[in-house]
């Protein structure tokens, strides 16, 4: 099966939930952000994935699509070490109302605390991938009529 070539940036721009490994091994879906050529992730330390990354920053990163009626499957992996920076509201707006839209008056409370409550009391920071490799398949396929 061969791979063809898919646009990466528009793909990862799309609200698709990844799944985030570290060491351990230990396995999450995570929402994340594509800007600047990392993945930005909201974590803090009331999730586990705060004090694994923190104790060993190698992570891998897959957002993948398979859609069985069309046959589309599409995955990317990145790979590479995390870091934990400073939470700012604005790209976490934007990573919110990717998933949630933009009337955050339709968001669930929890999400709505990320915007308004100060980050350095909550703990929130952001998880940033700048993968060191990232591999993208097109692995789609034909449906019989």
Known sequence: MTSAAFDVDTFLHRPLTARLATNGPTVRPVW???????????????ARLFDRVRADPGVALVVDECDLA???VRQVIA????ELLPFDVERGR?????????DEARWDERFVHYLHDDPA??????????PVSLVAHDLSYAVAP
Do not use: I, M, S
């Open 70 to 72: 069309t046959g589309l």
């Open 32 to 46: 994340f952000l594509w800007e600047e050529g990392a993945f930005w992730v909201l974590t803090g330390p009331w």
């Open 79 to 82: 790979r590479g070490r995390a």
């Open 121 to 130: 009391q909550r703990g929130t920071v952001w998880l940033r991938l700048k």
């Open 94 to 102: 934007r990573k919110l109302v990717r998933y949630l839209g933009a």
